[in-house]
């Protein structure tokens, strides 16, 4: 079955401390990937995408995620987290034949940050 | 510019009453989505609108559930008979068109209590 997983629930970094968020991904052929992130009362933001090509993807808030179709993984990183950071991520995709191009999302990773 | 806006932001009623929602989404965009949030599911599409036609309505989970948008641009979500497992927050995203992918842009949401 498609589908789309983040393996941790939960993660606490220290400030200042590396990042990474893990995301899976089954479908039959790559779809388009997406990380998003939610701020408590806050809508969801996009802080990147990937279609094709490079496969490390920069994105906004120093974030940036590497594509591996070898493990059909797109994990989000960041060198040094902020306290700002504290928030839920979702890794998101759209299969490159939805015509619609609906949002399929795994089930988040809250981050805490241990000043 | 404006962004995509949800109202009301909370909603509170009894079981058995019917609720709307309204989703203003920015200025020209063609695409319109509305997602669910809730705990039990996580983050689940339940309907694509492109102009005032609605392609897929696949996510929509029961008959209660219903949308319509009217001149390509305001949306209504509307539930009938609320049961306490429609306790969620309903995003609305709005969307246009980057190279060859619907670009959306998400509110704040409406978190919609049944008790």
């Known amino acids: 079955a498609q589908s789309v997983t983040q393996p941790d629930i939960h993660i606490t970094v220290s400030e200042g401390a590396s990042l990474e968020l893990r995301c899976n991904y089954s479908?039959?052929?790559?779809?388009?990937l997406f990380w998003y992130v939610q701020s408590p009362g806050q809508g969801l933001q996009l802080l990147l995408k990937y279609f094709s090509g490079d496969t490390l993807v920069q994105g906004i808030k120093g974030f940036e995620a590497e594509f591996k179709r070898s493990q059909s993984s797109f994990n989000l990183r960041k060198p040094s987290v902020h306290w700002s950071d504290a928030a839920e991520y979702f890794c998101?995709?759209?299969?490159?034949?939805?015509?619609?191009?609906?949002?399929?999302f795994g089930g988040g990773t809250r981050l805490m940050v241990k000043p | 510019g404006a962004g995509v806006s949800q109202s009301p932001s909370n909603k509170v009623t009894e079981k058995g009453k019917d609720v709307e929602l309204r989703c203003d989404p920015i200025?020209?965009?063609?695409?319109l989505y509305w997602y669910r949030q809730s705990l039990g599911q996580g983050l689940e599409f339940l309907i694509y609108f492109q102009g005032n036609s609605a392609p897929d309505k696949s996510g929509l989970p029961s008959d209660r559930f219903s949308a319509e948008r009217t001149g390509g641009s305001v949306s209504t979500l509307t539930i009938q008979r609320t049961q306490q497992e429609d306790s969620a927050v309903y995003l609305c995203?709005?969307?246009?068109?980057?190279?060859?992918?619907?670009?959306?842009?998400f509110g704040p949401g409406t978190r919609l209590t049944v008790l």
């Open positions: 995203a709005s969307g246009t068109t980057s190279g060859y992918y619907n670009e959306q842009f």
């Open positions: 479908y039959g052929a790559t779809p388009y």
């Open positions: 998101a995709v759209v299969p490159n034949n939805n015509a619609g191009n609906m949002l399929t």
């Open positions: 200025s020209g965009h063609t695409a």
